[in-house]
Nanobody, 124 residues
């Protein structure tokens, strides 16, 4: 079992930035790929970014490339999503997820553990 707890969400103006954190506990975090997903009201949960277990390979959805950066610190069992140049359309509940595999994925069903989510609201 892996427990994930997100933090760092909040209200920010368009153009601003936030850094989301994901604290992991339980089994060895460094064995798990990690992803960030988001769900806006009335929409399905969508992939945002992912990183492999060692932090070598990173993947992003097209609309966040160049603005968001995913990272991890396996020594501290932490994952991060740095979000810059935020837009109103980035407003959503953001979830971190862990996948019991080395390589990351952009598919929801490939992830085994999920956090409870943190709200990000970007005002225009």
């Amino acid at each position: 079992q892996v427990q994930l707890v997100e933090s760092g969400g909040g209200l920010v103006q368009a153009g601003g930035c936030l850094r989301l954190s994901c604290a992991a506990s339980g089994r060895t975090f460094s064995s798990y790929a990690m992803g960030w997903f988001r769900q806006a009201p009335g929409k399905e949960r969508e992939f945002v970014a992912a990183i492999d277990a060692s932090g070598t390979l990173r993947y992003y959805m097209d609309v966040v490339k160049g603005r968001f950066t995913i990272s991890r610190d396996n020594a501290r069992n932490m994952g991060y999503l740095q979000m810059n140049s935020l837009k109103a359309e980035d407003t959503a509940v953001y979830y971190c997820a862990a996948r019991g595999a080395y390589f990351a994925s952009d598919r929801n069903p490939d992830y085994d553990y999920w956090g409870q989510g943190t709200q990000v609201t970007v005002s225009s």
